[in-house]
């Protein structure tokens, strides 16, 4: 069932300043729900997006939730401690996720990305660890970059202080605990690791038979060189097609 309008109905907590702004194409689903323990927090979602699931916790003051025209959500948002940010790239489908920025960081997530169910994004780990020798906290909080044009397979979770690069597939169960050295790869594995190099994705499911043209147009949209993926044998074959 969805709500009749782009009003948010479901508004607990108390709090001053506090300001939700949604398009008025967006319809919620009645069983949105925004938390609000903090004062001056704030929502602004675009146009266009297709909403089956909205729920926003704010477990402090001064955070932001800003999301782009046209994504598609099904996502629990979750903001610890103040001055955090969280921010959805336009056209970007989550499936199911739960995304959480705590204590004064980011997480930013860029366009066009497609997030299978079950993934997780946060930003710290919310309950501290001690070294006992010098009786200080050795986990604290990172801003989260995710690249436009990511796609994450089933149950990927990408933790605290992590950046993945534009074009990058992470496959399913995957645990991202480190920035990769590049993107347009492939990343699996706890920890994840790059498996395979000098790759990128389509959202169509598309069979072999597609002519090159219509890849090397995909590259050219990407502003990606092939000739930086050739390897030596592959550029001389190039170079005498074109001669």
């Known amino acids: 069932m969805r709500s009749p309008s782009n009003k948010v109905t479901n508004l607990l907590g108390a709090g001053v300043g506090n300001v939700v ?6 319809v919620l689903p009645t069983s949105h729900s925004v938390l ?11 146009g266009n997006c297709d909403v089956e699931n909205f729920n926003v ?4 003051s001064g955070n932001r939730l800003l999301i782009e025209r046209s994504c598609r959500l099904n996502t629990k948002f979750v903001f610890k401690g103040n001055d955090n940010t969280i921010h959805i790239g336009h056209h970007c489908q989550f499936i199911e996720a739960v995304i959480q920025a705590e204590y004064g960081t980011r997480v930013q997530i860029g366009p066009m990305g497609m997030f299978a169910r079950g993934l997780i994004v946060r930003s710290g780990d919310s309950h501290s660890v001690i070294d006992i ?8 909080s990172k801003s989260v970059l995710i690249a436009p044009r990511v796609w994450a397979g089933y149950d990927v979770s990408i933790m605290k202080g992590v950046t993945i690069h534009s074009d990058t597939i992470i496959g ?8 990769p050295d590049e993107g347009r790869c492939i990343l699996a594995g706890i920890p994840a690791k790059i498996v395979r190099r000098g790759v990128f994705w389509d959202k169509r499911s598309l069979g072999d038979d597609v002519p090159e043209q219509f890849w090397i147009d995909s590259l050219n949209e990407r502003g990606i060189d092939r000739n930086d993926y050739l390897i030596p044998e592959d550029c001389a074959i190039e170079t005498e097609k074109r001669t």
Do not use: P, Q, Y
């Open 21 to 26: 702004k949604i398009h008025e194409s967006v």
């Open 36 to 46: 609000s323990h903090g004062d001056k927090n704030r929502i602004v979602m675009s």
């Open 57 to 60: 916790e704010f477990h402090g």
């Open 133 to 140: 020798a010098t009786l200080k906290r050795v986990n604290f």
């Open 172 to 179: 399913a169960a995957s645990v991202v605990t480190k920035t």
